[in-house]
């Protein structure tokens, strides 16, 4: 039914561990097979729930677009990624292209675009006798953008993987200017007369972060996920996978147990933010990560015997808190 030759299924294990690029970074490949992967993107773990696991199955039965929602920092993005990574290993960036979207951003973007000035100079050119070579062909001037790139390289076989990242920064028109590419994996340049077709649908995951509702044609047609924001358990498995490259980088071991006091004490101040109707923005996984930087660097840099966390304190709390209110609300006073 998904119209792939050689179907493999995603697991959500291909990326568990990371990447080998990113284990060849933690010293956990030898020196010799860590050489090969020094130029490459890391990719870091990245452990998705098993309904979310299943949610991309859907999307790939389907031959549909799989729209994920959440809070910044939630690793809707990183999911591109991870499919992309446990399809094709160490050759994923071949397979797979982002389009990251802007305010300003139309949907032609996405697809081609066509240099008019640079031909109009070229005719001008020849028109005036400065040079009597042929004129190139149209396609000289047509680039393809991502989505462009991704309904090129996609087979049957070997399907590529397409991010549309964050659609909801861009106007309400968008997602709908797209409708037709998305549903008939197809879209035509009038300038050159060509009419380009994907072989085989991508995989294509779209991220938002609720920041406008999107149009309900354009929902219909998407399988949807919601990420809710990581458990204790997944809070520290990233806060790990984080502070071990702290550690690694700069050879200084942070004391046993401070990593699970960094994350209750986040949790628990998640929780009672969410709690409290008048909390403007809630702290995501991103600014969990900064604020263990911020902490490091103060225990790294000897300001500290250890990193400054203690009962009832909420130190560095303008890395966490992003709002007059909010900072008045939970940041308790300096010790």
């Known amino acids: 039914m998904t119209g792939e030759t050689s179907y493999k299924k995603y697991t959500g294990e291909g990326l568990k561990s990371g990447s080998k690029a990113w284990r060849a970074r933690m010293g956990e490949l030898p020196e010799s097979e860590a050489a090969e992967f020094a130029s490459r993107r890391a990719l870091a773990p990245y452990r998705p729930s098993p309904k979310l696991v299943a949610a991309v199955e859907y999307a790939r039965i389907l031959r549909r677009p799989l729209l994920l ?9 990183r999911l591109a990624e991870a499919v992309a990574y446990e399809l094709y290993a160490e050759d994923w960036e071949s397979h797979f292209f982002s389009w990251y ?12 675009e066509y240099d008019h000035l640079g ?32 309904f090129q390289s996609s087979t049957p076989g070997q399907p590529a993987v397409l991010l549309i990242d964050e659609i909801d920064k861009a106007d309400i028109d968008f997602p709908n200017d797209l409708l037709r590419e998305l549903e008939e994996q197809r879209f035509e340049i009038p300038d050159t007369k060509e009419s380009i077709k994907a072989a085989h649908p991508p995989i294509t995951i779209v991220t938002s972060n609720d920041e406008k509702e999107l149009p309900n044609a354009f929902l219909r047609r998407c399988v949807f996920f919601y990420i809710d924001f990581p458990g204790p358990e997944l809070l520290l498995e990233i806060a790990q996978v984080n502070a071990r490259r702290l550690e690694l980088e700069h050879q200084k071991p942070l004391p046993d147990g401070w990593l699970e006091k960094v994350v209750e004490q986040f949790q628990g101040l998640y929780q009672r933010m969410q709690a409290n109707p008048n909390t403007e923005k809630l702290p995501s996984t991103s600014e969990l990560l900064d604020w263990l930087r911020v902490l490091y660097y103060y225990f790294l840099t000897g300001q500290s015997a250890a990193p400054p966390l203690t009962d ?13 209110s909010d900072l008045q609300s939970n940041r308790q006073p300096d010790a």
């Open 119 to 150: 031909r109009l100079r070229d005719i001008e050119a020849r028109r005036g006798g400065g040079d009597s070579a042929p004129m190139p062909p149209k396609t000289k001037y047509r680039t393809f953008g991502p989505m462009g790139e991704a």
């Open 69 to 77: 929602r959440g809070a910044p920092g939630s690793g809707k993005t």
């Open 312 to 324: 009832g304190e909420l130190p560095h709390a303008e890395v966490l808190l992003k709002s007059l």
């Open 101 to 112: 979207i802007k305010s300003t951003t139309k949907a032609r973007e996405g697809l081609y």
